[in-house]
């Protein structure tokens, strides 16, 4: 078999995994992948109802503005949190099929990618709501989102990796990770101005890899422009360096996976 014929196989694995996956997910659930629509859209409801009183006069267009931050949140902990679990959880069709254990850890990506592409419905309705009911424009700098979405992604698949790798050594990574993902949210600026923070906060959240992608997309959507090459190099160095951190330690660790599980 020849490497194009292998990618291709690895490909339709891939795409059958994910397929499990979603559901398994939705198969108590009578409105299924509905819920990938309605469930960013609930939330931004109640986000709204909270904060957007709070922060009227500093953001414009609040549930929008939100919803930027949210799904693209939301991509990042499910693809990471799900696909920490992956190697473990099959491990009986790792050790019985010859297939690249990276597999397993793509199909979980794919799956949090799919449902994110269900949630930008919710994204849309929104957004279209405002630009019938409000002053709020379309963007032709919305053709730029699919680059803010590929190296978010790569980010992700760099930190699965990593995440996926510790956690066949040490089960309490999952534990741990959640703990971080709370704080991590709350550094991200889902529902708050950095603009109202100090100085030093605000440093400190430049440096968030999350914030990057999020403001990234707020600069396409609210603001009608792109990010700024200071943010867009963030963007493609955060996404670059954690993929090859995460590529390197998944490869060096193959070996002692195999043998741990």
């Not at 690895?10 to 059958?16: A, G, P």
């Not at 693209?72 to 190697?87: E, G, H, K, V």
């Not at 990010?227 to 160095?237: D, G, N, R, T």
Request: glycine share 4%.
């Amino acid at each position: 078999m020849d490497k194009k014929e292998r990618r291709q196989q690895y490909w339709f694995v891939i795409r059958e995994l994910t397929s499990r996956e979603i559901k398994r997910k939705y198969a108590r659930s009578k409105l299924g992948i509905v819920w990938s629509v309605l469930n960013p859209l609930l939330s931004m409801v109640v986000i709204s109802l909270i904060f957007s009183t709070m922060f009227r006069r500093s953001i414009e267009y609040f549930p929008v503005y939100y919803l930027c931050g949210s799904v693209m949140w939301s991509l990042f902990t499910s693809s990471t949190n799900t696909a920490m679990t992956s190697i473990v959880d099959n491990k009986m069709m790792l050790i019985k099929v010859k297939f690249p254990m990276q597999i397993f850890v793509m199909s979980r990506i794919w799956t949090a990618f799919v449902n994110f592409l269900y949630s930008l419905i919710a994204f849309g309705i929104v957004y279209a709501f405002f630009i019938i009911a409000t002053d709020l424009t379309i963007s032709a700098y919305l053709l730029f989102f699919p680059f803010v979405v590929f190296w978010e992604m790569l980010f992700c698949i760099g930190l699965s990796d990593i995440l996926a790798t510790a956690y066949v050594f040490f089960g309490d990574v999952k534990h741990l990770y959640g703990v971080i993902l709370t704080l991590w949210m709350y550094l991200s600026a889902l529902f708050y101005p950095v603009t109202s923070l100090p100085a030093i906060m605000q440093r400190i959240i430049s440096c968030n890899p999350m914030y990057a992608y999020i403001s990234g997309l707020r600069s396409l959507v609210l603001d009608h422009s792109l990010p700024s090459l200071p943010e867009i190099a963030k963007m493609v160095c955060f996404g670059l360096v954690m993929y090859m951190i995460g590529q390197y330690c998944f490869n060096k660790s193959r070996h002692q996976i195999m043998v741990k599980l």
